[in-house]
């Protein structure tokens, strides 16, 4: 069974610091997606990776998909209160349909 | 805009009746997939459609739960004779054929079972 383990599983943290949330796993994946959730609404993509090693930038997030396809991360630099959510790592694997295999989610709250 | 609907938004059941929810994906989406999420939990894969074809289904998905996409367009989840375990939020997503290729996410239905 593959499994992504996603840590930390909570933060808070005041405005203008930075942050690190990291996605491992024991398995290969053939790309890694990162998703932002707010309350009672379904979760919003943010940026896919497929290569290993492969680095994207969204503004003040860093996304990195390690050299072995088996972990990533997300890199928040000077955070604002509009970054408050639920990340969200999931990772599909060759021939399993696209099928998204979910971490447990890190709640982000960036206090002003 | 032409995102992926879902509706209802919130429906409240008493346990042991049937409930149906419907998804309504990107039009050019030849993939649907339904995932479930629980309080504090990320979404976990229920099942997913190539078309009208239903090509997977996760074990967490009972003989009391039966999806249908019948011409590859809308699907509906249905859960019979629910169950108090049955509370969680259904998420539909949609997307294209290929490797990578991004999901797309409705705001789902949130199923509380009284």
């Known amino acids: 069974t593959q499994l992504l383990e996603q840590s930390p599983q909570f933060l808070s943290i005041q405005e203008g610091e930075n942050l690190t949330v990291y996605c491992n796993s024991s398995?290969?994946?053939?790309?890694l997606q990162w998703y932002r959730q707010e309350p009672g609404e379904g979760p919003v993509l943010l940026v896919t990776?497929?290569?290993?090693?492969e680095v994207k930038k969204l503004k003040r997030l860093t996304f990195q998909f390690g050299d072995a396809r088996k972990d990533s991360s997300l890199h928040i630099t000077a955070a604002q209160p509009g970054d408050t959510g639920l990340y969200l790592c999931?990772?599909?694997?060759?021939?399993?349909?696209?099928?998204?295999?979910f971490g447990q989610g890190t709640e982000l709250s960036v206090k002003p | 805009d032409t995102g992926v609907s879902q509706d209802p938004r919130h429906k409240i059941t008493k346990r042991g009746q049937n409930v149906t929810f419907r998804c309504d994906p990107i039009?050019?989406?030849?993939?649907l997939y339904w995932y479930r999420q629980t309080l504090g939990q990320g979404p976990e894969f229920l099942t997913y459609f190539q078309n009208e074809a239903q090509l997977e289904k996760s074990r967490l998905l009972s003989d009391r739960f039966s999806a249908e996409r019948p011409k590859g367009s809308f699907s509906t989840l249905e859960i019979q004779r629910t169950e108090q375990g049955d509370s969680a939020m259904y998420l539909c997503a949609s997307s294209l054929t290929g490797g990578g290729a991004p999901q797309h996410f409705g705001d789902g239905t949130r199923l509380s079972i009284l």
């Open positions: 999931a990772g599909t694997s060759y021939n399993q349909g696209g099928k998204l295999i």
């Open positions: 039009s050019e989406h030849n993939r």
């Open positions: 990776v497929v290569t290993g090693g």
């Open positions: 398995s290969v994946f053939s790309s």
